[in-house]
């Protein structure tokens, strides 16, 4: 594979998961880490990618407010408009982080009257701007990768709380293997909020469908609601149907 090709797979790979591992790129490629680094740090000095210790980051990810840097910007656009649809007055709800989630609190009504519980300070931010919203700002330490709040004392909160629905970005999804991730502290978090909630939303564009990472959150019997932004009646949507609403 040529260099060009390898750093137009790692920019597909980061822009769909947001974070990648070098050790994870290595094998996915055959190459060897020293050559993954030396790709991250020439997209790094580009400017098209975050470089971090053990990998590398999306900038559309670490920088949400920054409209040209957010990737499927329509996509996620049209995953907030299906799941404005699933929000009803009186609902209390617990959400995640992510450029997705943003455009959920962008597009949510002035009229509507709920109760938001969230592990992100920028979506609590955005959901703030609402008049009708009360929004609680679960706390612990912040991820500097994730932008979320993680460790025991978030955990712990969560198990103090029960919502009627828990909404979540992907960073993959799979029939055989449910929800995963690849940050061991975030997993963490995603399972206590879906142990929190009556009922759980995944939001993921078309393209994270049928990916996987190394650590598992929960089967696809642990979902409610898959919200794509494809048409609920696409044939990559039939395998998730047999056991989850697709919307």
Request: charge should be negative.
């Amino acid at each position: 594979m040529l260099k060009e090709e390898r750093q137009a797979f790692i920019i597909k790979q980061i822009n769909l998961h947001n974070k990648v591992l070098s050790s994870d790129l290595s094998l996915k490629l055959n190459v060897s880490e020293d050559t993954v680094r030396r790709d991250l740090n020439e997209l790094a000095e580009s400017g098209q990618i975050l470089k971090v210790h053990g990998g590398a980051l999306s900038k559309s990810f670490h920088y949400p407010f920054s409209q040209s840097e957010v990737y499927a910007k329509e996509s996620k656009k049209e995953i907030a408009r299906k799941v404005i649809n699933l929000l009803k007055d009186g609902m209390s709800i617990l959400v995640g982080g992510g450029t997705t989630m943003i455009e959920v609190a962008r597009m949510i009504p002035d009229t509507l009257r709920c109760t938001f519980f969230t592990v992100s300070p920028l979506v609590a931010l955005e959901l703030a701007e609402r008049p009708n919203i009360s929004v609680i700002l679960l706390g612990g330490q912040l991820s500097k990768n994730s932008h979320i709040m993680i460790g025991a004392q978030v955990v712990n909160q969560l198990t103090e709380i029960k919502v009627d629905l828990c909404i979540l970005g992907t960073n993959s999804l799979s029939v055989e293997d449910g929800l995963t991730d690849s940050d061991w502290e975030v997993v963490q978090v995603k399972k206590a909020m879906i142990r929190s909630a009556k009922k759980t939303a995944i939001m993921s564009i078309a393209e994270k469908l049928g990916s996987d990472q190394n650590m598992k959150v929960c089967d696809l019997n642990s979902i409610h609601y898959l919200v794509t932004d494809l048409n609920p009646e696409d044939a990559s949507l039939r395998e998730y149907a047999t056991v989850i609403e697709a919307v």
